[in-house]
C-alpha cells in the first residue's frame, strides 16, 4: 500500500511568465524516476498536490495535457505563502507531487457531443489540459463540434498564447477571446463571458458545456446557459476549496457529504444544486 | 448567612432587574447563565422575551465570561440591518470589568449595554473538586452555611467554600461591575483604586528561575492545544490569531512542549494590562491546567511599572496603548 | 469455562509480561486526568477510572504526526519514510464505546480509493483489551446509538471488573491467541460469569439519557437552512474541544516544519477542528463558513447525516466527552431532542 502522503519528487524543467502582471507562471516538471511519470495517470480536470518540501503543499490543477508526453505542467498564480516560493523556483528545483487527485472532467461520458468550453482568467488552466486532450488526434475523432469561449480582464492577462494561436489555426474548433473592455490592438471580441457566450450561442443540442472562472462569471454564465436551454446536467464545474490532503482524509474540503478533493473538483450544476450551498 | 441564601437573594434580583428591562424594552436581548444539563455545570443564554426571565439563574459555577459574546459581533446579536441590539449582561465583577476595558479598547459601545451587576462570592473550582472525588460522578452539588456539599451515588463530602474556588477567586478585588458608567445597574461598586498587595504570589516569587519555570512547564504540560481558553477570554478578539499566521509562521501548533509554553506565554504577554482575571481560561480548560500564576504576576508587574489595573477607569489608556517620554527605561536601557 | 479470571494484584504480572512483546498504553493519571498513555511500568497503570480525558484514538491518531522526513540539500531533498508501523501496540482497559470508535476510524481512513496506510497499519497491530463500564456517568448515551456498556464486539480481549478481580473473556482470535499465551490465569467459575452478566444489566438499567437516533438523518437532510441553527450555535464559543476530544473526530491539519540551520524537516499532521474560524477560509479571503453558526451546523450534520449518508454508519459513539468538557454546556443531547422536535413541529403544521 503507497503512502498517500509521500509527494513523488520531480525537477523543475521550465517556468514560463504567462502575463504581463508577472503573477501567473507556468511550470514544468520532469519525474525523477521514469516509473513515478508512467504510474502518473491523469485526466484532463485533475489536479495534483506539489509542495516545496519544506515549505508546503497547494492544489494546483494540472495545466497540461496527458497527450503531452515526458513532463506535466502547472499554472500557478502567486496569491499565498507557498504559492510564492513556486514563483521563485529555477530549473532543476525539486518539487514534490502528490497525485493525480479528484475526479477529472468526465472524457468518457462526453464523447460524441459537442463540447463548449468557457474559461474566465486564470482558471482556464484544466481547460487548456482538457482542449488539447480533445484536438490530440488518438481522441478528435471521439467528440462534436468544440467551441472555446475564453475572457480576461485585458490582453495581457491571456494566458497560453502560443497554445490559442494554434488552435485558432485549425477548422475543427471554433476559438473566440474576449476582453472586458477595449483595449488598444486587440482585434477579437470585447465584453464580459456572458454576453459573449449568448452572442455566440452555442447549441445545447448533445452538447456539454464546460464552466470555469471566477464565481460571478460562473454565475452569469450558467444563468445564459439556461436560456440557450442548457439543462442542469449538462453544465460541468470546476470548484475550487481549501484543501490540504487532497485525498479525502483530512476533511477541511466537504461541502455537504461530499469531499471537494475526491467526488470533484468537477460537479455538475445538477450535482452542485443538490449540495448545501457552503462554497 | 450562607451561600445558598445569598445565591438565593441575587438570584431574585437580577431577574427583577433584568425583567424590568425587558418590559421598558431598554435592552432586545438578556445574556446570562441557566442551569447546567449536569451538576457542575451552567450554560450561556440569551434571552428576549419577559417570560423566560425565569431562565435566568446565578449560582457559583457561573464561570464562562459573557462579555465574550460581544466582541467580535455574533449575527444572533445584529438586528437585521446589521445594527448593534441593545444588550443586557449578567454581570459579576470581572465581566464588567471586561467590558469596561473593551469600551476603553474601541471594540463596543457602552452606550448599547446595561450590566446587571451582581456581587460574585466566587467561581467554583470543578476541576479541583473533580480531581478531589476521583472517578466519581457528581450527582449533585448544593451549600450548606459556608461548606460546598458535593453528593454522588455512595458519597457525600464537604468542601470548605473559601478554599475551593478559583485561585483568583481568592483573591478577587472587584467583585461586582465598577460603577464607571451609566451602564452599570443592580450591584455595582465604585472603584477609585484597586489596593492589592499580590501577597498570594510571595511563595512563587521565592522560588528560584529554575523552579518557577519547573512549575510552570508541568502545569502547561498537558496542553491539548485546543483553544477553549483563548476563545473563552473575552480579549482573545483578534481576527488572526499569532499561532494561526502563516505569513510568516510565528511559532508551532503543535503539542511539543517548546510550542505549548510558547504559546501559553506569548498569550499571556498579549494579556498584560488586558486580563481582568476572570479565570474563564482556566475554569473552561478540559484538562484542568490554571494559569492563575501566571495573570497574577503579569497583573502586579503592570500595577508596579504602569499603576493600571484593567477594566476599572473608562478614561485611562492600557499601558500597551499607551506611552509617555518619562516613563522608565531601566529594564531596557543601560544606565551611561 | 473459557472464561478466565484476573486477579486485580496481577496486574503487574500481567503487565511484565505483555510489555515484553507490546508497548503497553494505559489509563495513567497525568496532573489529574486519565489519559491513555505507555505505561512504562505497572505502577502507573490506573485502575480506577471512569474513561480517560482524551479519547484513545489518540494512541494510533496522535496529537502531532509525523507524515515523513525530509533533508534539503542544495538542489536535492530526500525523503525518509516512517519505519515504525509495525510496532505492536496494546490498549488496556479501552472502554466499549471508544473501541466502537476504532471501527468508525478505521473505516474513515480504509474508504475510497486512498487509504490511510499510517492509520491501518497501525490498527492492524494493535491489541484491544477492554474494559466493560459497571458505572455508566449521566452524560453516557452508547446504549442510544446501538452500543452497550458491555458490548464485546469490537475488542479482542473482554475484561469485567468483578471488584477484587477481573473476568477475562476472549473475543476475537487474535485475543484467543493472547490469553491462551497467558497460561497462569485462573478458571472462571460460573458464579463469576452470572456475576458479569448481573452488573452488564445494572450498568445498562443505570443509564438516564435515552435519546432517538432514528429519524436525525432524515430530518437533517432537508433543513440545511433552518433558522434552528441559529439558535442551535448561538452560545458556542468555537473553541474545538469537542472535536479534540471527540473518538471519532479525525480532521487534520499538515505543516512542513523545517529546520532551516541544519537543512532538515519533517511534514506533520496536527489535530485541526471545523470550529476553527480558519478551517474553511480561503487564499482569496472567501470563507464558506464564515460564522459559528454555519460552523457548529457542519460539526452536526457531519456526524449524524454525511456519515449515515456515506458509510451507513453514525459518527458518534455516545461516550459523552463533548456534553462534560464543553465550555459552555451547548449540550449535544438537547441539540439532537431540538432537531428531532423539527420534524414534530411541520407535522403539527399540517394537521392544524
Sequence with gaps: MPNIYIPLLTRVKSVVKENKANDIKTIELEFQKEEDYKNFNYIPGQFAEISIIGKGECPIGIASSPTEEGTIKFTIKRMGTVTSVFHSREEGDVVGVRGPCGNGWPIEEMKGKNIVVIGGGFAFSTLRSLVLYLLDEKYRKDYGDITVIYGNRDPGEVLYQDVLEEWKKRDDIKVVLTIDREAEGWTEKVGFVAPIVKEVAPSADNAVAVVCGPPIMIKTTIAVLEELNFKDDQILNSLEMRMKCGVGKCGRCNIGNKYVCVDGPVFSLAELKKMPSEY | MGIETDNQEIEKSMREVARNLLKEKEVDVIIGYSKGTFPLSTSPIMIKKEEEVDKLIWNNLCYVNLAKYLVPKIPQLLDPEGGDLKIGIVSKGCVGRALVHLAVEKQLNLENIKMIGIPCNGVVNRRRIEKDIGEKEVFEISASGNDLIVKGKDFEQKFPFDEYINELCKVCKVKSPPSVSEACIGECQEVPSIEDDFGDLSDYESKTTEEKWQEITDTLSVCTRCYACREACPMCYCNLCFVDQNKPIWFGKTTDMSDIVIFHLVRAMHMAGRCVACGACSSVCPMGIDLNKITRKLEKIVKERYDFTSGIDTEKLPPMMDFELEEAEEFMLEED | ?352
Design chain 3, 1 to 352: 469455562m473459557e472464561e478466565k479470571l484476573l486477579m486485580k494484584d496481577q496486574i503487574a504480572k500481567l503487565y511484565d509480561e505483555l510489555a515484553k512483546d507490546y508497548s503497553f498504553f494505559a489509563p495513567i493519571k497525568e496532573k489529574g486526568n486519565i489519559v491513555f498513555k505507555k505505561a512504562s511500568n505497572p505502577e502507573e497503570i490506573e485502575l480506577d477510572y471512569f474513561n480517560s480525558k482524551v479519547p484513545p484514538k489518540e494512541v494510533l491518531f496522535p496529537k502531532m504526526e509525523v507524515l515523513f522526513e525530509y533533508s534539503l540539500d542544495e538542489k536535492d531533498v530526500e525523503i525518509k519514510e516512517r519505519t515504525d508501523l509495525d510496532e505492536k501496540r496494546l490498549i488496556f482497559g479501552i472502554r466499549p464505546c471508544d473501541a466502537h470508535s476504532f471501527v468508525l476510524l478505521e473505516n474513515f481512513f480504509d474508504f475510497g480509493e486512498f487509504k490511510d496506510e499510517i492509520f491501518l497499519k497501525k490498527r492492524e497491530n494493535t491489541t484491544l483489551i477492554g474494559m466493560g463500564c459497571n458505572s455508566p456517568k449521566s452524560t453516557c448515551f452508547c446504549t442510544s446509538l446501538e452500543g452497550h456498556p458491555f458490548q464485546r464486539d469490537d475488542l479482542d480481549v473482554m475484561l469485567v471488573d468483578l471488584g477484587d478481580k477481573y473476568l477475562v473473556e476472549s473475543v476475537t482470535e487474535k485475543g484467543k491467541e493472547l490469553v491462551q499465551k497467558l497460561s497462569w490465569l485462573t478458571e472462571a467459575t460460573k458464579a463469576d460469569v452470572e456475576k458479569a452478566q448481573d452488573l452488564s444489566i445494572q450498568a445498562e438499567e443505570s443509564f438516564q439519557t435515552h435519546l432517538d437516533f432514528s429519524n436525525v438523518a432524515k430530518t437533517l437532510d432537508p433543513n440545511f437552512d433552518h433558522p434552528i441553527w441559529e439558535e442551535i450555535s448561538e452560545i458556542c464559543i468555537g473553541c474545538g474541544t469537542c472535536s479534540f476530544l471527540c473518538p471519532t473526530c479525525t480532521c487534520f491539519d499538515v505543516i512542513d516544519e523545517t529546520d532551516e540551520y541544519n537543512n532538515r524537516g519533517r511534514r506533520i499532521r496536527i489535530w485541526d477542528t471545523c470550529q476553527s474560524c480558519q478551517y474553511t477560509l480561503h487564499t482569496s479571503g472567501h470563507n464558506p463558513r464564515n460564522s459559528c453558526i454555519e460552523r457548529c451546523r457542519n460539526r452536526i450534520l457531519h456526524k449524524f447525516s454525511y456519515y449515515p449518508t456515506n458509510y451507513n454508519l453514525i459518527g458518534c459513539v455516545g461516550c459523552g466527552r463533548c456534553v462534560q468538557l464543553c465550555p459552555v454546556n451547548n449540550d449535544l443531547r438537547t441539540i439532537i431532542e431540538k432537531i428531532n422536535k423539527i420534524e414534530d413541529k411541520k407535522e403539527e403544521k399540517i394537521s392544524a
